[in-house]
């Protein structure tokens, strides 16, 4: 699969490459012929003493040098093209999989796939140069060995023989290379990830006091990478040292050859210079060659996680099916049975705001996946229906614009407020900001600036931000978990009276994850979950007056 990954590259700009490669091959042809040339008009005008064949051979070598920087400047140009065009298709192609809604089995963290879009990308299309260069080299070695083989037939065959021989033995240290290649490449991948999760969570950290622990920990991963690039970059070297002593033997026993011919006078002074020329020459296709070799075992490495993110499997699998018109019953779950759920049931009713309590977090966590669609459906036993009809049957897409889950972790986006809440109509936008009592963000109005991740606002505001922009999105079923924990107890009152009020109406059906007071006495019922099970259901009052940990849990 690596190799097609890398095939499916070249065949995707098999034009581009097409003329790049001829350009890079005329280029290395008539770099090869410069030695040539001046060897002929040595032999035909200096050793003569005829002006005009000099003046002919200096017009020809002017040709000669516009035809080579021209092909040089422009077969560059669209290999690199190729290259670049090619990173950026499958950068496309991994934030496309990253962003599927159905998830992906990959098993990459966020920072690894963030480590793949930028670095293995970069590091795979370097194969598509690498086919130019290679086809270049080979171009310039065989017209080489031709002008040899006039000079000497067995010098020239010599070249031959020998230069793929040693190519060959240098091809040995590939794998090695592509090992070395995949180890570093991974660990630069396991440190972004490392260094992506301490920066989300460093609040935490600070607040914990374990970002001491964290800093270690980010150390040993980056001396883990830079063990690995050193292990990588020693290869690199030993292989790139063979080469250089391969050129320099192959130019000591041309040149030495040339030599003796000459003396024997069995080739003119032209010929020695040409040969001289030619020998000199030859060491760059082979050094070209012998990086090729390293460009190719990096890709391949590079390739293979791609290919990983790519060929990886959704996590879940749902249908094609439309959600039906809305029913009496909005959400229903029955004889759920997933992670610390057992056995759980639970039905929110068309125009009910639904408080839930969880006692454990981890429930209602994983409530919250089953309700997001992150959960593959032979993972939980049970039904999931909405509006009457099994999630599993429905696109998701389409089960997704019925139930918006918002999650507690708050993301927003660097912009302006409008955009960060969607977008919609101005009178839509205003009455949801109100809903979720963020007024004092509108200092500039909807156009007020937000920076990345909102940090030019304080905990509350990014937190009442997050709740405008679902509540502006108006889903016919919405999720909330705990919305309100970084807001004071005045303005959660009146998140809560406003949430209640606009969405208890008509067919919307509103679910609350939270233990705030203030939430759950709006809330028109509650449920209450231990053990993995709903153990209780009635008014927050209700359960105040009956339920004694319900009553410690909600009003420490």
Same mark, same amino acid.
Not at 212 to 221: G, K
Not at 232 to 261: E, Q, R, S
């Given at each position: 699969?690596?190799?097609?990954l890398?095939?499916?590259?070249v065949?995707?700009?098999r ?24 060897? =002929? ?14 003046l ?5 070598l002017?040709?000669?040098f516009?035809?080579l920087?021209c092909?040089? /400047? ?6 690199y ?8 298709l499958l ?6 999989k990253?962003?599927?809604p ?8 966020d920072?690894?796939?963030l ?24 171009t310039? +070695? ?7 083989v006039?000079?000497d =037939?067995? +010098?020239?065959v010599?070249? +031959?023989?020998?230069?793929p ?8 240290l590939?794998?090695l290379?592509?090992?070395r ?8 991948a396991?440190?972004?990830a ?13 607040g914990i006091?374990?970002?001491?622990h964290?800093?270690? /920990?980010?150390?040993?991963?980056? /001396?883990?990478?830079?063990t ?8 690199k ?5 063979l080469?250089?002593a391969v050129?320099?033997?192959?130019l000591?026993?041309?040149?030495g050859?040339?030599?003796?011919l ?5 080739i ?9 020329g030619l020998?000199q ?18 890709a ?6 791609v ?7 959704p ?5 094609d ?6 029913a009496?019953?909005? +959400?229903?779950?029955?004889h ?7 056995d ?10 639904l408080g839930?309590?969880?006692h ?11 309700l ?18 099994a999630v599993?049957?429905?696109d998701?897409?389409?089960a ?19 955009s ?25 109005g909807?156009d ?19 709740l405008? /922009? ?7 079923v ?8 970084? =807001?004071d ?21 509103t ?8 939430l ?7 449920a ?13 009052d209700?359960?105040?007056a ?7 849990t909600v009003?420490?």
């Amino acid at each position: 699969m690596t190799d097609s990954l890398l095939i499916r590259a070249v065949k995707r700009h098999r034009g581009r490459l097409a003329a790049g490669v001829a350009l890079l091959c005329l280029h290395q042809a008539t770099e090869a012929l410069v030695p040539v040339a001046i060897g =002929v008009v040595i032999d035909r005008a200096v050793a003569t003493g005829d002006v005009r064949a000099l003046l002919i051979s200096l017009a020809g070598l002017a040709v000669l040098f516009a035809v080579l920087a021209c092909a040089w /400047r422009f077969g560059s140009r669209l290999g690199y093209g190729a290259a670049e065009r090619e990173a950026h298709l499958l950068r496309v192609e991994i934030a496309e999989k990253a962003l599927d809604p159905r998830g992906q089995r990959s098993g990459l963290r966020d920072g690894e796939l963030l480590s793949v879009a930028a670095g293995d990308t970069e590091q795979a299309v370097e194969a598509v140069r690498a086919v130019g260069l290679t086809m270049a080299a080979v171009t310039a +070695l065989l017209v080489s060995a031709i002008a040899l083989v006039v000079v000497d =037939v067995p +010098l020239g065959v010599g070249v +031959l023989v020998v230069v793929p021989l040693a190519l060959l033995g240098l091809q040995r240290l590939a794998p090695l290379l592509t090992r070395r290649s995949d180890a570093q490449q991974a660990a630069l991948a396991e440190t972004t990830a490392t260094a992506v999760d301490l920066v989300t969570g460093l609040r935490v950290l600070r607040g914990i006091g374990a970002q001491h622990h964290a800093a270690q /920990r980010y150390a040993t991963a980056s /001396r883990h990478t830079l063990t690995q690039t050193l292990r990588t970059a020693n290869t690199k070297g030993v292989h790139l040292g063979l080469t250089t002593a391969v050129n320099g033997l192959l130019l000591a026993a041309i040149t030495g050859v040339a030599g003796w011919l000459a003396l024997r006078g069995e080739i003119t002074i032209g010929e020695l210079v040409a040969v001289v020329g030619l020998a000199q020459f030859i060491a760059e296709p082979v050094q070209t060659l012998g990086w090729c070799v390293q460009l190719f075992a990096t890709a391949r490495a590079s390739a293979a996680r791609v290919t990983r993110v790519l060929d990886a499997p959704p996590a879940i699998r749902p249908g094609d099916g439309s959600v039906p018109p809305p029913a009496p019953e909005r +959400l229903v779950l029955s004889h759920i049975s997933y992670a610390g759920l057992t056995d759980f049931g639970l039905h929110l009713k068309a125009g009910e705001v639904l408080g839930l309590l969880a006692h454990d977090a981890r429930d209602a966590e994983s409530l919250l996946a089953l309700l997001a669609g992150n959960v593959a459906r032979e993972d939980y036993r049970g039904t999931i229906a909405i509006d009457g009809a099994a999630v599993e049957t429905l696109d998701i897409a389409e089960a997704r614009r019925v139930v918006l889950v918002e999650h507690h972790h708050v993301t927003l986006f660097e912009g302006s407020l409008r955009s960060n809440l969607g977008g919609g109509p101005e009178p839509e936008l205003l009455a949801a900001v109100h809903t979720a009592a963020a007024e004092d963000v509108l200092t500039s109005g909807l156009d007020h600036d937000l920076v990345e991740r909102g940090a030019n606002l304080s905990g509350g505001q990014r937190q009442r931000v997050a709740l405008a /922009r679902a509540i502006a999105a108006d889903p016919p079923v919405l999720v909330l978990h705990d919305p309100t924990t970084a =807001v004071d107890a005045v303005t959660e009152a009146l998140i809560a009276d406003r949430l209640a009020a606009g969405r208890g109406r008509d067919d919307r059906g509103t679910l609350v994850i939270t233990s705030s007071p203030a939430l759950l006495r709006a809330a028109d019922r509650v449920a209450v979950v231990d053990g993995g099970t709903v153990v209780a259901e009635g008014t927050h009052d209700e359960l105040v007056a009956a339920q004694p940990r319900y009553r410690e849990t909600v009003l420490r």
